[in-house]
């Protein structure tokens, strides 16, 4: 039967179905990809009653909006009326066939898709698998798969609509299992008195669980999905409000994957608080101080498992980051703290730092290289090949060392013993000794205000200090000046007036952008030329490689110059009128 004749008929047209190379083998190391570590695969359940594949689309297809979802009353959603009955006599229910599925629904570890309104399941189905992304609007977007283990980068989505769409929102970030489900779906079609398919609809009977964990299914309220046929949205329309008339029938006030994750517990972006939430102006400096380190030390230990097993890069990342501001809170605002604990504990969060740098540093390299590559003009970019290869090399070595390190007992007992010292400080037990000074009993509005005060003093004095002449390590010193100012006011935020808040922080980031360009760009430079040296002395840089190398590090100096040029400019900004009105606002608003 001809497409047109299908659509004249009513029936769905006919989907071809290809497969789709897999790409790189699932788990190993590829280009720039790191190894899945804990498997999660759902397995292949054979159809009751059709053989389309699960997600009911063309390859890259973006299917119509869903029209709404409704929940039916009671977990196996008896005692609704059928709705063939409901819609009759204007319209009549064609079933379509029904079948099982099983599903994982994925996110980032950050909740990448979900902060941008998309979800995304992988589901399996008579030895199919598919990748079906919802949009905001409830569109979706399907891709045939091989059969995939999670935590995966998005080198194992095939190429198109649906790998372009998630690495915008994912970026680096790897697809980690958040929800599993086992799903019997019925499908049926509305037809019209002329027989024509106006809309279909979905009745779903999911249970869920938590993929990590053996848990039990939980049974969801079933589900029953509209969708418009595209050109009878005004049917549809009505068939929906017909729909929502029955009674046992209920609007969804969310969407599945939400119905999912409450079930099984599971907390998303929207449950973690920022560093600094929940200060008040008259707090204690103690408490406060521990609340906020407490909640780095939460970020810290939450990313070591992903850092160990290689998940992807932003583990390592988000922990450095927790890392760097812990100490910069031992340094800056260590006088709050009890007796010599800041002292005790900042060369310990120094030796974490300096344990993560040489992953971190082969990590930047790796992920610019393609575009750093693609700038050459004497060189082509597979001279190169040799350098990528030797970073693969070291990076597989450093993160060993690395892993290591989170592994041993001296991270072990810093986390354990660093943790006790905040609860500590929070909460001191009865009858403990009271070790905390003055400052720390002060309110923590008033220091924190001075605090920032003198950051954004220091800042202003050392760039104030930079001329043409000036050397690397002066520029150095002032993006160090700006990262414990703009530290500062991420811990203290929820103590400033929102508007001033954004706006200080607006220029501030204007500022470290540039001053890490320059910094970037100089120690890349300087790393090229160490790797160079390291390579030849292992016999593995073709002269065609040394010679790329050394206009690559020419680019890299270029792009400092550059940035550098531009310092005057990007400094008198942050220092103007208006914005230094913006610094002195915050230390008046923190204290009122």
Request: net charge positive; aromatic share 6%.
């Amino acid at each position: 039967m001809s497409r047109s004749a299908r659509t004249r008929a009513g029936l769905p047209r006919r989907t071809r179905w290809s497969r789709v190379s897999n790409g790189p083998a699932n788990g190993k190391l590829t280009k720039y990809g790191y190894s899945a570590s804990y498997p999660v695969t759902p397995d292949a359940v054979r159809s009751t009653g059709t053989t389309e594949p699960p997600c009911d689309s063309r390859e890259g297809e973006l299917l119509p909006r869903q029209y709404r979802e409704f929940v039916l009353d009671g977990a196996d959603g008896q005692g609704v009326p059928s709705l063939a009955e409901a819609l009759q006599p204007r319209f009549r229910v064609a079933a379509d066939g029904s079948r099982t599925v099983r599903g994982i629904w994925l996110d980032t570890f950050d909740w990448r898709l979900q902060q941008a309104g998309y979800a995304l399941e992988y589901l399996s189905g008579h030895g199919t698998y598919e990748l079906a992304l919802v949009m905001p609007d409830g569109g979706r977007i399907c891709a045939t798969t091989g059969k995939l283990t999670f935590p995966s980068l998005l080198e194992c989505v095939p190429d198109g609509p649906v790998r372009d769409k998630l690495a915008q929102i994912a970026g680096v970030r790897a697809l980690l299992p958040v929800v599993a489900s086992r799903a019997t779906r019925r499908n049926l079609r509305v037809l019209d008195g002329e027989d024509k398919m106006v809309a279909r609809l979905i009745l779903d009977h999911t249970s869920v669980r938590d993929p990590a964990a053996a848990a039990p299914l939980l049974p969801l309220a079933p589900r029953l999905t509209i969708s418009a046929v595209r050109g009878y949205d005004a049917q549809a329309g009505r068939v929906e409000r017909l729909v929502a008339s029955l009674p046992g029938v209920s609007v969804a006030s969310g969407s599945a994957l939400q119905a999912a994750l409450a079930a099984t517990g599971r907390k998303t972006a929207g449950d973690r608080s920022e560093v600094g939430a929940g200060l008040t102006p008259a707090m204690p400096a103690g408490v406060a101080l521990a609340s906020l380190l407490l909640r780095l030390l939460d970020t810290v230990e939450a990313n070591v498992d992903g850092v160990i097993r290689d998940i992807d890069t932003e583990f390592l990342h988000d922990l450095r980051i927790a890392v760097r501001r812990t100490r910069a809170a031992l340094k800056l605002a260590g006088t709050a703290l009890p007796g010599d604990l800041a002292a005790r504990y900042a060369p310990e969060f120094r030796w974490l730092g300096q344990l993560t740098t040489p992953t971190r540093d082969l990590d930047v390299h790796l992920l610019g290289f393609s575009a750093t590559a693609a700038r050459l003009v004497t060189a082509a970019p597979e001279d190169l090949a040799p350098l990528h290869d030797s970073l693969l090399r070291y990076r597989e070595a450093e993160q060993r060392r690395l892993a290591r390190g989170l592994r041993s007992a001296r991270f072990t007992c810093l986390a354990r013993d660093w943790r006790a010292a905040l609860h500590e400080m929070a909460a001191p037990r009865a009858g403990a000794p009271r070790r905390r000074g003055a400052a720390a009993q002060a309110p923590i509005a008033g220091l924190a205000a001075g605090w920032v005060r003198r950051a954004y003093r220091r800042l202003a004095k050392a760039g104030a200090a930079i001329t043409a002449a000036s050397a690397e390590d002066e520029l150095h010193m002032v993006r160090k000046r700006g990262k414990e100012l703009r530290y500062l006011l991420e811990f203290f935020a929820a103590l400033h007036e929102p508007v001033t808040h954004r706006s200080a922080v607006k220029e501030l980031k204007q500022l470290q952008d540039c001053l890490g360009d320059i910094q970037d760009g100089h120690v890349q430079r300087e790393a090229i030329r160490t790797l160079a040296a390291r390579m030849v002395d292992e016999q593995a840089a073709p002269a065609a490689t040394l010679l790329a190398m050394g206009e690559l590090a020419a680019l890299l100096d270029a792009s400092a110059s550059k940035a550098r040029n531009d310092f005057g400019r990007r400094f008198a900004r942050f220092t103007s009128g208006s914005n230094t009105r913006y610094a002195t606002a915050l230390g008046k608003v923190a204290v009122a």
